[in-house]
């Protein structure tokens, strides 16, 4: 699956986090997607003002250092 396809998505799971990388999984369909953390590529995952995790598919700036399986993260929707 494509990071443009989660798009429809509204909220994630982690279901593994590592030093490289973050595994998104949706709890209905169970479809995953593997996020980076490292700036400059596509995608990522950061707290917002309310403490809450959000995953913007389209911004490469650095994701969340830790984050433990079992978090919810909202993905953002882009309104077009």
Not at 38 to 52: P, S, T, Y
Request: charged share 30%; no cysteine.
């Amino acid at each position: 699956m494509k990071i443009n396809e989660v798009i429809g998505m509204q909220q994630m799971v982690v279901a593994k986090d590592d030093t490289r990388q973050t595994t998104l999984q949706d709890p209905k369909t169970k479809v995953t997607i593997q996020v980076p953390k490292q700036a400059g590529k596509q995608g990522m995952i950061k707290a917002d003002n309310k403490g809450q995790f959000v995953f913007n598919p389209d911004d490469d700036g650095e994701s969340e250092q830790v984050l433990k399986p079992g978090t919810k993260v909202n993905v953002q929707n882009k309104m077009k």
